[in-house]
């Protein structure tokens, strides 16, 4: 599939891209970063233009975003749990809900680009637990971009050579990951130090 794609891509071009960013919001299983690379080599050769190709993988990302977060919201808890039924998705589901409780909007922005596996789950757990609409579009949107532009970007400099390109971005990305996991942990550390002080201060006080 992923060569007929890309092999597409100079053809439709702006639509194939938009529509492959759209349905990789949905879970869907569109090799949308290859594409957006390759968007980005013919970017560079000047047979797209690069705005354009940013754009429009921008505005599929977005409205397939906004279409998970309208299905969650519609089908509610209900509509989770039949999506949770199937093995290979439940585990990713249940990933999902455990980090938006825990980080909210920084969920969102996190799961459309570092955690990008996590992102159409996120989508649709947002709208099911009626997370704020605007804040959800907010981080979804600065994700988004996040994603696009590096995806993108990155294929044009390695403008015909996209094994170049993906292999430095998940090394990039993977450094991230493993900076993100650190600083999270430090955060959790601190948090239950000041909770356990707490606790401990709230026992000397009644002591007294």
């Not at 249940?94 to 459309?112: D, I, P």
């Not at 570092?114 to 992102?119: K, Q, T």
């Not at 649709?124 to 993108?152: D, K, P, Q």
């Amino acid at each position: 599939m992923t060569e007929w794609l890309l092999a597409l891509v100079p053809t439709y071009g702006l639509w194939l891209i938009a529509a492959t960013t759209f349905a990789s919001c949905l879970a869907l299983p569109i090799p949308s970063s290859v594409i957006m690379l390759a968007a980005g080599g013919f970017a560079a050769a000047g047979d797209l233009v690069l705005w354009q190709v940013l754009s429009a993988a921008l505005i599929g990302a977005v409205v397939g975003d906004q279409v998970g977060y309208g299905a969650g919201h519609v089908g509610g808890a209900p509509f989770l749990d039949r999506l949770a039924k199937a093995p290979s998705r439940a585990k990713v589901i249940n990933r999902a809900r455990n980090t938006m409780e825990a980080k909210g909007g920084v969920a969102v922005f996190l799961s459309r680009w570092l955690f990008s596996p996590l992102g159409p789950y996120v989508n649709v757990i947002s709208g099911a637990m009626r997370h704020n609409w605007l804040r959800f579009t907010l981080w979804g949107i600065l994700g988004e971009v996040v994603w696009c532009v590096l995806y993108v970007v990155m294929g044009r400099a390695f403008a015909g050579n996209m094994n170049a390109a993906s292999d430095l971005l998940g090394s990039i990305l993977g450094f991230v990951a493993t900076g993100t996991a650190v600083l999270l942990l430090g955060w959790w550390l601190v948090q239950l130090a000041r909770k356990e002080r707490g606790q401990k201060n709230a026992l000397s006080e009644a002591g007294e």
